[in-house]
């Protein structure tokens, strides 16, 4: 059965039936508390821009954009630098904001979300003279004395929308490479987790140009309206749901458009692996973040024979990493409101829990749960879980695996295990997602040298590393041609010969290698003399 919908994070739009809108308030809201209160009062996040103020934000942030002052590249390393100097200065800050959103510690909050901020703004400001200069190309013989580059330029204003699983580092990485780019830019983080979103707005024009790069907030109406502004380019990260309403907006302008969104991730376990190590490294990756990471994996293929084993493997490491009171444990999240904890539950109806299985409705807490004997057709596989509940579902072999995956939407990510180096291989060149890790799951998104993006229902376009930087820029094509050797250009000017038609297929369609050079010699003197010929006929 095909997914049907993708839960995944963004904000909350008018098409997301149920989205829980978000209130402002002095100080920090604890997560459950703050939506629970909403469910009853259904108060919306006051917006500083207004509806009828959104127009003068894109128009400020276009004129400053056309002013030039976001093109130097002194300029654009100036404002990575105040963005890095806000990082470190508001660490603590923005830990805070996490802690209170999605009860994330300070430990995970400093690795999940600021060292890869930290780590992009340093290797963006290292790389970028070597990535903004002009990338000169292989000419052919009929340009030999000319110019000819790539050239990268802005694309203008681009809009970033947030999502509010990661709402601190899911913003401030595209952000990196649309400023790294020279653009100007408008932040619109999810107002899910609004702590952050309220920190975002407050600290940014602090540190950054204030008409460059603009902040908006709110929920339904600021974002609709938002989205009707013409943009030079959006970037929006969260569910395929929203992301058609966000592309179809955007085709209104022809404006392009990045998709970072999610699916289910599959999981294929082979019987010939380290299974100690593979379930240390998927419970990490499951049960991180309360499960609410679009790479997540977010269901497990393998062979019935070691179905138990990986439970119980996946059971040792759940005490290893939070204890034997996972609710205690300061590592362990919650879900971020009780609109998806409800939903999480709704999924688990019915099904066979070998793991965990226990909730709490006030807190939002859902303990790691592992479902086992999970049929295909069964609610649980027909949408992103984004939560901490791992189905098994067993298959008797690689091919019906890979036939399983194929028949499904396209991943954003895509995880095997196998000391084969083979099948590992093979699972790779008969399946397509967005990435893949082998022998481990989430880490092909750290690298920042491989791009990070979706593929058909899971997203489009990629960033991350120097691919944020070419996601906003324009490669534009550049020739620069000399006056002088007009001779050369009598092959595309009338009147033509046969002469002049064997030498452009020796410049145009064929290397000139030494083996040819008399080749060469003996076509150059026949159009030569044809040219003369046709000098003399003018």
Not at 92 to 116: C, H, V, W, Y
Not at 220 to 236: C, G, K, M, S, W
Not at 243 to 254: E, F, N, P
């Amino acid at each position: 059965m095909m997914p049907s919908k993708s839960p995944g994070p963004g904000p909350a739009l008018p098409w997301e039936e149920g989205s829980p809108p978000a209130m402002a308030g002095e100080g920090l809201v604890p997560a459950c508390s703050r939506h629970r209160r909403l469910v009853e009062r259904e108060a919306p996040l006051k917006c500083p821009a207004s509806m009828e103020k959104m127009q003068q934000v894109v128009g400020r942030a276009r004129a400053a954009f056309r002013s030039g002052r976001s093109r130097p590249l002194e300029f654009r390393i100036q404002q990575l630098k105040a963005l890095q100097r806000m990082v470190q200065e508001k660490e603590k800050e923005i830990m805070r904001a996490l802690k209170a959103d999605l009860n994330k510690s300070g430990p995970n909050a400093f690795t999940q979300e600021i060292l890869g901020v930290l780590g992009a703004l340093a290797l963006t400001m290292e790389k970028l003279p070597s990535w903004a200069a002009p990338h000169h190309v292989k000419k052919d013989l009929l340009t030999l004395r000319d110019e000819a580059y790539i050239g990268y330029e802005p694309l203008g204003v681009v809009l970033v929308i947030g999502a509010w699983n990661y709402p601190f580092a899911l913003v401030m990485q595209p952000l990196i490479g649309a400023i790294a780019a020279g653009n100007a830019v408008v932040v619109k983080p999810s107002e899910v987790s609004e702590n952050t979103a309220r920190l975002v707005a407050e600290l940014l024009p602090l540190y950054l140009d204030k008409d460059l790069y603009a902040v908006v907030t709110g929920g339904v109406p600021e974002t609709t309206e938002l989205l009707t502004q013409r943009f030079d380019h959006i970037l929006y990260t969260g569910n395929s749901n929203v992301g058609r309403i966000v592309m179809a907006a955007a085709a209104k302008h022809l404006t392009p458009v990045t998709l970072e969104l999610g699916g289910k991730s599959p999981c294929y376990i082979d019987k010939d692996c380290d299974l100690a190590v593979a379930c240390r490294r998927i419970t990490w990756g499951k049960y991180m973040n309360c499960g609410q990471t679009c790479l997540a994996p977010d269901y497990i293929l393998c062979d019935p024979s070691i179905q138990s084993k990986v439970v119980e493997n996946i059971k040792a490491t759940l005490k290893e990493f939070y204890g034997e009171d996972v609710k205690s444990s300061p590592d362990y999240e919650r879900i971020v409101n009780q609109r998806h904890f409800k939903r999480i539950l709704g999924l688990m109806e019915g099904q066979k829990i070998a793991l965990g299985g226990e909730t709490d409705e006030a807190s939002c807490f859902i303990a790691p749960t592992i479902l086992t004997d999970v049929s295909p057709e069964s609610k649980v596989m027909e949408e992103e879980i984004f939560g901490p509940v791992l189905p098994i579902v067993t298959v008797m072999s690689v091919e019906e695996a890979i036939e399983f995956i194929n028949l499904r939407e396209k991943p954003l990510g895509l995880y095997v295990f196998s000391n084969n180096k083979q099948l590992i291989r093979r699972v790779i060149a008969e399946t397509s997602s967005g990435g893949m890790t082998a022998n481990d799951v989430i880490m092909h998104s750290v690298l920042p040298e491989l791009p990070f993006g979706g593929v058909g229902h899971s997203g489009m376009g990629a960033y991350h590393g120097r691919f944020s930087f070419e996601t906003f820029s324009h490669r534009r094509s550049c020739l620069i041609k000399d006056f002088r050797w007009d001779v050369a250009n009598r092959l595309r000017y009338p009147p033509g010969s046969e002469e002049l038609m064997q030498l452009a297929k020796l410049f145009l369609l064929k290397q000139c290698t030494r083996s040819r050079v008399g080749q060469f010699i003996s076509a150059l003197l026949a159009a030569v003399k044809a040219m003369l010929a046709k000098g003399n006929h003018l």
